[in-house]
């Protein structure tokens, strides 16, 4: 492990955090990769002035996060960093892209539907009219993180298989002429259904963040209608709050 870390002995904040919040930060960098081993506790205690129960304190507090494994006979590795995304009108691919996250797309599914009644009132179209379905698992280091489903007027659209395995949907929707401008979005979340739990590589019942978006173009016309569920174990929502004047 060849990244450096700088303890201030002065400062009100507790030894363990500072280094659990430095090696939370080499990680979400990309500077300790998934599969790295830390050195063990004694080695890292000796190595930067520490106690033992100061790193094993550290360690923890990550491990709790689900960013460290310990392993027997491995010791400590990095395991993954959690995604922190920004709620802003942009696609999962592109924000996992611009992070470095390594994002990867298996198509689960492309075919015509009729619109359902949810889907129409979203999209402003008529109950029935058809729409592109596509479903699809996002992934990062080669583990699922979401999987999508997202329907499109068809009359605007027809994507193919292997244009949205190579690439983000709003990158797409961009290339076909669509100026997207804004979007409705609601977050939540529940428990992982069986399946749901299969294809996330989660245990059944485990958390997961939901979110449904209806994005708009700069006509104000409805172009996407999207419902998500994400691993709360490896990705988080980021809001920005601001005290009205």
């Known amino acids: ?34 599969g790295t081993r ?3 506790e004694i080695d890292l205690a000796s190595r930067l002035g520490l106690s033992r129960p100061t790193v094993r304190q550290a360690i923890q507090a990550l491990v709790d996060k689900g960013l ?9 590795q990095v395991v993954h960093s959690q995604v922190r995304r920004p709620l802003e009108l942009s696609s999962l691919y592109e924000d996992l892209e611009a992070a470095g996250q390594r994002p990867a797309t298996r ?6 539907v009729p619109a359902p009644a949810e889907v129409a009132a979203a999209l402003g179209i008529a109950e029935g009219a058809e729409t592109q379905r596509v479903e699809r698992l996002r992934l ?17 659209y027809d994507f193919r298989r292997d244009d949205l395995e190579a690439t983000g949907l709003y990158r797409l929707m961009r290339a076909a002429g669509t100026a997207l401008h804004s979007a409705r979005q609601s977050i939540g979340a529940r428990a992982a259904t069986a399946e749901e739990a299969a294809l996330l590589t ?6 997961l963040l939901s979110m449904q978006r209806t994005a708009f173009d700069d006509t104000g016309r409805a172009v996407e209608y999207g419902t998500h569920l994400y691993r709360a174990s490896r ?10 004047p």
């Open 1 to 34: 492990m060849d990244v450096s870390f700088s303890i201030d002995r002065n400062s009100p904040v507790p030894l363990y955090f500072q280094l659990s919040q430095q090696l939370e930060a080499a990680i979400e960098q990309g500077r300790l990769s998934p």
């Open 38 to 40: 830390l050195g063990n």
């Open 68 to 76: 460290l494994v310990r392993r027997r006979g491995v010791g400590t």
């Open 107 to 112: 198509v689960l599914d492309v075919t015509t």
């Open 140 to 156: 990062t280091h080669g583990e699922p993180l979401a999987h999508m489903c997202n329907y499109l007027p068809r009359e605007l």
């Open 202 to 207: 989660e245990p059944p019942g485990a958390p």
């Open 235 to 244: 990705y988080a929502f980021e809001l920005q709050l601001l005290i009205r």
